[in-house]
């Protein structure tokens, strides 16, 4: 398996444009997670999908941030409009349920560092 | 809330010596608590997992312990070497959470000298 792919790995825009960030999951993984990581701050949560459906937005900074996760194997994270403290590397991970319902190890993406200028 | 700490935030050791890398979390409900390594510039890659129910986890050279009373795990690193030199960050899944949330400590950047 290729693991989670994440396009592009990077970005550099200006302030005020829209961004949008890409994922890929592992295939066969049920659960998708984005995260922020930055110096400040650290590595959060964003959001979280199980099935395709969003189960907890409440990490989303603000309602410029935007996530769709249309089949298993897609999901994108929008930002319109960017600013310059959204600037951070965006990690996308997948991992697959336990028969517990709760997840076990979550597999990364290589991130993608965004710039806004 | 659940808070997670890890120190020191950096060390540097030379080659050969036991590493030993602690976490601290505030809330013991936890379900489990994972081990990461981040390389510069790289995602997270997994190193170990340990379930609620265990006390420690194994994978060659690592070991991870887990005091849920105490809210604290350890990662021992044995005979270290230059190649061991990255950041490794502890996470824990709450039980209580109404998902699947990994909260994260803040890290420790290891340094191995040859």
């Known amino acids: 398996d290729a693991g989670v792919i994440q396009s592009p790995r990077h970005e550099v825009t200006e302030m005020g444009q829209e961004v949008t960030l890409r994922c890929k999951p592992i295939?066969?993984?049920?659960?998708l997670f984005w995260y922020r990581q930055t110096m400040m701050r650290g590595l959060e949560l964003l959001i979280y999908?199980?099935?395709?459906?969003?189960?907890?937005d409440s990490g989303m900074p603000e309602d410029r941030f935007s996530a769709k996760m249309p089949n298993a194997s897609f999901s994108t994270l929008k930002i319109q409009p960017s600013e310059p403290r959204d600037s951070a590397v965006y990690f996308c991970?997948?991992?697959?349920?336990?028969?517990?319902?709760?997840?076990?190890?979550?597999?990364f993406g290589p991130g993608t560092r965004l710039t806004v200028l | 809330k659940q808070e997670v700490t890890q120190i020191p935030a950096a060390l540097s050791v030379p080659e050969g010596e036991n590493l030993v890398l602690n976490c601290s979390f505030t809330?013991?409900?936890?379900?489990?608590l994972q081990w990461f390594r981040q390389d510069p510039g790289k995602g997270l890659t997994s190193l170990l997992l340990?379930?609620?129910?265990?006390r420690e986890q194994t994978s060659g050279r690592l070991n991870a312990s887990l005091d849920k009373s105490s809210g604290r795990s350890t990662l021992y690193i044995a005979a270290s070497q230059p190649g061991d030199s990255a950041t490794y960050l502890c996470?824990?899944?709450?039980?209580?959470?109404?998902?699947?949330?990994?909260?994260f400590g803040g890290g420790t950047r290891v340094l191995v000298k040859p």
């Open positions: 991970a997948s991992s697959l349920s336990s028969l517990r319902g709760n997840t076990d190890t979550q597999y």
């Open positions: 295939s066969g993984h049920d659960y």
């Open positions: 999908f199980n099935n395709n459906v969003p189960i907890d």
């Open positions: 809330d013991s409900a936890i379900y489990n």
């Open positions: 340990i379930q609620s129910s265990q």
């Open positions: 996470a824990v899944s709450l039980i209580k959470a109404a998902g699947n949330k990994l909260t």
